[in-house]
């Protein structure tokens, strides 16, 4: 069973940054693709991010090109989300996900799940 734990979240003024980060445990980061979701309550869940373990290439949403970077620690079995240049449109609770196969971009394809983290830009 994969487990995925979020952390780095927090409050922040818009234009400030923040760093996420995803760390993966119970398996051997064999999830081909793993990604950043956020959320809002009363909104679908909407992909920010992806990235394929293997090839390292990486994918955003058009929200967030030039303003956010995904990278991975595959020694540590981690991913991270740099976010810059926050504003109260990014506010939202992010989650971490990973899937076998390559990275699609609907959070439906998505077996595993963290428990999230708030991000909140004022």
């Known amino acids: 069973h994969v487990q995925l734990v979020e952390s780095g979240g927090g409050s922040v003024q818009a234009g400030g940054s923040l760093t996420l980060s995803c760390a993966a445990s119970?398996?051997?980061?064999?999830?081909?693709?793993m990604a950043w979701f956020r959320q809002v309550p009363g909104k679908e869940r909407e992909g920010v991010a992806r990235i394929a373990t293997g090839s390292g290439n990486t994918y955003y949403a058009d929200s967030v090109k030039g303003r956010f970077t995904i990278s991975q620690d595959i020694a540590k079995n981690s991913i991270f989300l740099q976010m810059d240049n926050l504003q109260p449109e990014d506010t939202s609770m992010y989650y971490c996900?990973?899937?076998?196969?390559?990275?699609?971009?609907?959070?439906?394809?998505?077996?595993?799940w963290g428990p999230g983290t708030q991000v909140t830009v004022s």
């Open positions: 996900a990973a899937r076998f196969g390559s990275c699609l971009e609907g959070s439906a394809y998505y077996e595993d």
């Open positions: 119970g398996y051997s980061y064999s999830r081909n693709c």
